[in-house]
């Protein structure tokens, strides 16, 4: 008997993996992050499968599902939304399934800072602009942010950044970001990425809440921000310039048009 942890993806049904996918087919329990994973998802499950919205259960309740489940002998899949390595509360899981005796594995999923660069259709990482993501939140009321991650910290890296659970503090955020990034700087809102009501606004951090109605973006929304968010910026990378050379391409023998 064991336990999969598998990341939904963002929303939509096709972008679950074809490994979670074949869980959910087989599995004949599942719990799953009701709030944020869409029924759609769920249509990967076998017909008879018990299909349970973890939303309201506590951590006990979860793990009398899974003590249930090995009593029967039956595998489960916890799904939760977008990656489970990101804001999942799966840490918290594994140590009572480690505590119980419980295999885990997990099954990655699309996270949806990828499908929000998707929605906007940009790169994140642009050569010498920036080659680095930092991935954060601002403080919520189930966790909270150490210290020395705090937003204006991380902005005065002005690396390209991708803010989760932040919806309701757009305007603080907004306000953290602008003491390190300059008014110019490229913003993206996206609401539910790759639901069918995905809906997204680019701007710049000095106009973007003169543009918006902070209230339409409170809820599953990811805020990305920085310069590489500008396909216009940057310089193109050597990787698949003519007179560079690697491992797999070679420019004597490359074909000439
Ligand atoms: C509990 S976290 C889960 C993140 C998830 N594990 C991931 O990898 O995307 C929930 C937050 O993720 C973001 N989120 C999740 N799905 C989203 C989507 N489809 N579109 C935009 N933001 C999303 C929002 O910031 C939301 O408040």
């Known amino acids: 008997m064991k336990v999969y942890f598998i990341g939904a993806g963002p929303g ?5 993996t074809i490994r979670g996918a074949e869980i959910l087919a087989r599995v004949p329990l599942v719990l799953y992050a009701g709030s ?3 029924p759609a998802v769920l249509t990967h ?6 299909i ?11 793990m009398e599902y899974f003590q249930r489940a090995r009593s029967v002998g039956y595998d489960v899949a916890r ?16 140590r009572r399934l480690k505590q119980l005796g419980i295999d885990y594995e997990v099954v990655p999923g699309v996270s949806s800072f990828t499908a929000a660069a998707a929605c906007v259709k940009t790169e994140l990482t642009k050569p010498e602009v920036s080659q680095t993501i930092i991935l954060t939140r601002t403080d919520g009321r189930a966790s909270t942010v150490p210290p020395e991650e705090s937003l204006g910290k991380l902005a005065a890296h002005r690396a390209t950044m991708s803010i989760f659970l932040s919806g309701q503090y757009l305007k603080e ?8 990034y300059p008014e110019d700087t ?20 000095g106009r973007l809440l003169q543009e918006i109605n902070p209230v339409e973006w409170k809820l599953t929304t990811v805020l990305l921000v920085g310069q590489a ?29």
């Open 12 to 16: 939509a049904s096709d972008l679950i």
């Open 45 to 50: 499950c076998r017909l008879d499968a018990e």
């Open 186 to 205: 490229p913003v993206a809102l996206v609401y539910r990425a790759t639901w069918p009501d995905e809906r997204s606004h680019v701007s710049t951090l």
């Open 36 to 38: 944020l994973v869409p």
């Open 79 to 94: 799904v939760h939304s977008g990656d489970p390595s990101i804001y999942g509360a799966t840490a918290e899981q594994m």
């Open 229 to 257: 968010l500008n396909n216009e910026t940057g310089v193109d990378s050597r990787l698949y310039s003519a007179d560079y050379s690697h491992k797999f391409r070679n420019t004597h023998t490359s074909r000439e048009n």
């Open 173 to 180: 955020t907004v306000a953290e970001l602008l003491e390190s």
């Open 52 to 62: 349970v919205n973890s939303a309201e259960l506590n951590l006990d309740q979860q």
